[in-house]
């Protein structure tokens, strides 16, 4: 009986023994299984984002390159399958979004690229009067020279403003700088000025109390402030910025003058010499280019940015004279905010040889002369114009709204900048 009772307690000892060593065996297992299944899910995590990681980097090279891709567009990356984004050009950069996917786990990537850009807000229908220049000898100012003339917008003037009545502006005057005159115009809106002459103002008029006043207006105060001239929003600095981007994209067709016969896709670049488009032709600008001549378009030339500039603008710079006439079309990608800017830089202020002359039903363009005359006449509409001096004969500019917010790039040949790279989700 003693033996039977020794053996059972020995087998219930041996049985605890096997139970609890088994215990942990099981739990040994299901330790390593878990720490093998958090490895191999790590693994597979990191792969993901490696995955991700080398789809954004593929997309870069698309856009880099100028590559072409489909949205989206899948690839393989060891063993992660990757979904690649990108999306339309906005605000002039993509948003390239890539999810890495390694048996079921997903990493997603995501980076900003695009296009370094400078703001230049154009806050007026016409800029006018570099403060700059000194009068005499070299006066500026706005001149509307015809019964037809209208400035659809506001105008601020550093200079003075003389009108053939019933030349008008349909929205507010602002004449800055002692001595300066508003003469002869129809404004619709206010007026500020320290001389006002013949002048019909449609809202509040304030003169300086040492100037003088003929004018009816609605409202008529006077001040013994003087207003502060502001200096245009395109500096030198920016200009020269851009022609060092033109020339890093090297001299167009060797050096010379450059005749356009067939469409053409241009930019950057500089062309060291004068650039005549022929009658009928498309000059598409894929960055700034550079004109140390003069420009003559023909008639019926379509002259506009690629459709890669997306919302941002771009400019065609000018040294010498200017002349464009007769159903010539200037026009930004297409897209709503994009303009194409034409930068005269000619010191002309002789209305027969301006700096930038503009006839004949031209359309859609934005005119800036910072040291010389602009010439508007026969049927031109222009959506914006700065310049020390400005000539509106039968002529109309009719200000663009999102000039206030407009931005400005070297162009896609100007170079692509990486923004933000970040994981997302």
């Given at each position: 009986?003693?033996?039977?009772?020794?053996?059972?307690?020995?087998?219930y000892l041996?049985?605890?023994?096997?139970?609890?060593?088994?215990?942990?065996g099981?739990?040994?297992?299901?330790?390593?299984?878990s720490?093998?299944?958090?490895?191999?899910?790590?693994?597979?995590?990191?792969?993901?984002?490696?995955?991700?990681?080398?789809g954004?980097?593929?997309?870069?090279?698309r856009?880099g390159?100028?590559?072409?891709?489909?949205?989206?567009?899948?690839?393989?990356?060891?063993?992660a399958?990757?979904?690649?984004s990108?999306?339309?050009?906005?605000?002039?950069?993509?948003?390239?979004?890539?999810?890495?996917?390694?048996?079921?786990r997903?990493?997603?990537?995501?980076?900003?690229y695009?296009?370094?850009?400078e703001?230049?807000?154009?806050h007026?229908?016409a800029?006018?009067g570099?403060?700059?220049i000194?009068?005499?000898?070299?006066?500026?100012?706005?001149?509307?020279q015809?019964?037809?003339?209208k400035?659809?917008?506001?105008?601020?003037?550093?200079?003075?403003?003389?009108?053939?009545?019933?030349?008008t502006?349909?929205?507010?005057?602002v004449?800055?700088?002692?001595g300066?005159?508003?003469?002869?115009?129809?404004?619709?809106?206010?007026?500020?000025?320290?001389?006002?002459?013949?002048?019909?103002?449609?809202?509040?008029?304030?003169?300086?109390?040492?100037?003088?006043?003929?004018?009816?207006a609605?409202?008529?105060?006077?001040?013994p402030d003087?207003t502060?001239?502001i200096d245009?929003?395109?500096?030198?600095?920016?200009?020269?910025?851009?022609?060092e981007?033109?020339?890093?994209?090297?001299?167009?067709?060797?050096?010379?003058?450059?005749?356009?016969?067939?469409?053409?896709?241009?930019?950057?670049?500089?062309?060291?010499g004068?650039?005549i488009?022929?009658?009928?032709?498309t000059?598409?600008?894929?960055?700034?280019?550079?004109?140390?001549?003069?420009?003559?378009p023909?008639?019926?030339?379509l002259?506009e940015l690629?459709?890669?500039?997306?919302?941002?603008?771009?400019?065609?710079?000018v040294d010498?004279?200017?002349?464009?006439?007769?159903?010539?079309?200037?026009?930004?990608?297409?897209?709503?905010?994009?303009?194409?800017?034409?930068?005269?830089?000619?010191?002309?202020?002789d209305?027969?040889s301006?700096?930038?002359?503009?006839?004949?039903?031209v359309d859609?363009a934005?005119?800036?002369?910072?040291?010389?005359?602009?010439?508007?006449?026969?049927?031109?509409?222009?959506?914006?114009?700065t310049?020390?001096k400005?000539?509106?004969?039968k002529?109309?500019?009719?200000y663009?709204?999102?000039?206030?917010?407009?931005?400005?790039?070297?162009?896609?040949?100007?170079?692509?900048?990486?923004m933000?790279?970040?994981?997302?989700?």
């Open positions: 009986m003693r033996n039977r009772q020794q053996g059972f307690v020995a087998l041996a049985l605890l023994v096997l139970f609890v060593l088994s215990g942990i099981v739990s040994a297992f299901l330790l390593i299984s720490q093998q299944r958090i490895i191999q899910n790590t693994q597979a995590s990191l792969r993901a984002y490696y995955g991700a990681e080398a954004v980097e593929d997309a870069l090279l856009i390159q100028e590559m072409s891709w489909s949205i989206p567009y899948f690839l393989q990356a060891g063993a399958f990757v979904d690649v990108i999306s339309p050009m906005i605000g002039g950069v993509r948003t390239i979004t890539a999810q890495g996917d390694v048996s079921g997903i990493r997603k990537a995501q980076a900003v695009g296009f370094s850009s703001d230049v807000s154009f007026f229908g800029h006018v570099n403060p700059s000194a009068c005499p000898p070299a006066c500026g100012g706005l001149e509307m015809h019964n037809d003339a400035v659809i917008g506001n105008v601020f003037s550093n200079a003075n403003i003389f009108g053939l009545s019933p030349a502006i349909t929205d507010s005057v004449i800055a700088g002692a300066n005159t508003l003469q002869d115009i129809s404004v619709n809106g206010n007026a500020e000025t320290y001389n006002c002459a013949g002048a019909t103002i449609g809202g509040q008029l304030v003169y300086n109390s040492s100037g003088s006043n003929t004018c009816v609605g409202e008529v105060g006077s001040t003087v502060t001239p245009f929003p395109i500096t030198s600095a920016m200009i020269g910025d851009w022609k981007v033109a020339e890093g994209g090297g001299i167009v067709d060797g050096g010379g003058n450059v005749t356009i016969g067939e469409n053409r896709v241009l930019g950057p670049g500089k062309i060291t004068d650039l488009i022929e009658n009928n032709m000059l598409t600008l894929r960055g700034t280019l550079w004109v140390t001549g003069t420009f003559i023909g008639n019926n030339t002259v690629d459709e890669d500039y997306g919302d941002l603008s771009g400019a065609l710079i010498q004279t200017v002349s464009i006439s007769n159903n010539v079309i200037l026009r930004g990608s297409g897209a709503p905010g994009s303009f194409l800017l034409v930068v005269g830089m000619s010191s002309s202020l209305e027969a301006p700096a930038i002359g503009v006839a004949n039903n859609s934005v005119m800036f002369a910072p040291n010389g005359v602009i010439v508007i006449h026969n049927n031109a509409s222009l959506v914006e114009v310049a020390h400005i000539v509106v004969r002529a109309t500019v009719t663009d709204l999102g000039l206030a917010s407009a931005k400005f790039t070297a162009g896609p040949g100007g170079g692509w900048e990486l933000s790279w970040k994981e997302v989700e």
